[in-house]
């Protein structure tokens, strides 16, 4: 990794180093590794580089105590069954690995050739892992303040959206933070409404910009069925996951008008 891509990545993590080789070591996956002891056993006395494996164990403690302590402090009303499930999602591989992603973390990966060619820059768990590793070495050259500091600024406050919005709903919802058709499906379960429909009206653009435009919908009790919301998307999943937090968040806000007005409430669309 060149001098350049290095600092580039301690002004994302807000740290600047003393100790590099732990920001090297943290960000060299196993299959380099594995690579040289098949390819250069017996060539050279040089040693194999050490892979991340051992710093991922110890990140994974250091989110899960920092995530743990950050929500004791900013939800003191929630019980323990409820702090952790929204622990459980913060520190979920798919959140990791979305955070990762926003770092571009997966650039700066050393991979051994086979995981190049296999994709293992994109890869959620591959990335959700190196994270760890990242916040690994970040606590052993500047201790839990600059652990602290990145998982805060990273992991916990892009997430407080839609931690707040699924405290507002049914005390069933598990937390999926960025999952916000689960949080959808589990408040109309709650509820007492059924299944959310997710109709296809509208796709436009070449093939390699494709654009989705997405409706979700639910049955109402007189046997037809009502709009809720609608979104769109360079992906079908991503215009129904935004279609699904806009559903969710009008039925929270329908919820509340409802105790001092019966006025109806427009599809929420987004251009």
């Known amino acids: 990794m060149g001098q350049q891509a290095f600092q580039s990545l301690e002004r994302a993590l807000g740290h600047k180093f003393e100790h590099e080789h732990l920001l090297v070591t943290a960000l060299t996956h196993s299959s380099l590794a594995h690579e040289f002891q098949l ?5 050279t006395d040089q040693q194999p580089p ?9 990140g994974d403690a250091v989110i899960g ?13 929630l019980s323990e069954g409820e702090l952790t499930r929204l622990r459980a999602s913060l520190v979920s591989r798919r959140h990791l690995g ?28 591959l990335l959700a892992n190196a994270l760890e ?23 916990i406050e892009p997430a407080l959206p839609d931690l707040n919005l699924a405290m507002q ?32 009206t509208d796709s436009s653009g070449p093939d390699h910009q494709k654009r989705f435009r997405v409706e979700v919908r639910i049955d109402d009790k007189s046997g037809g069925s ?46």
């Open 133 to 155: 590793a990242v916040i690994a070495a970040l606590y052993l050259d500047g201790g839990l303040t600059a652990a602290r500091a990145f998982i805060e600024k990273h992991i």
């Open 39 to 43: 390819t250069e056993a017996g060539k």
């Open 98 to 125: 979305e955070v990762a992603a926003r770092i571009d973390l997966g650039s700066l990966l050393l991979l051994g050739r086979g995981e190049e060619q296999s994709g293992g820059r994109k890869k959620t768990a």
């Open 65 to 77: 105590l920092l995530v743990a302590e950050s929500l004791y402090k900013r939800f003191p009303e």
């Open 226 to 271: 009502r709009a809720l919301a609608e979104s769109e998307g360079t992906t079908k999943k991503q215009a129904q996951q935004e279609a699904a937090r806009l559903a969710f968040k009008r039925l929270i806000t329908e919820a509340r008008m409802s105790e001092s007005t019966n006025g109806a409430v427009p599809v929420e669309v987004i251009e």
């Open 169 to 200: 709903g049914t005390s069933t919802f598990s937390g999926a933070i960025g999952d916000h058709k689960s949080a959808l499906q589990e408040h109309l379960q709650a509820t007492g409404f059924g299944q959310p429909h997710y109709v296809l």
């Open 50 to 58: 050490e892979d991340n494996e051992q710093m991922e164990f110890l």
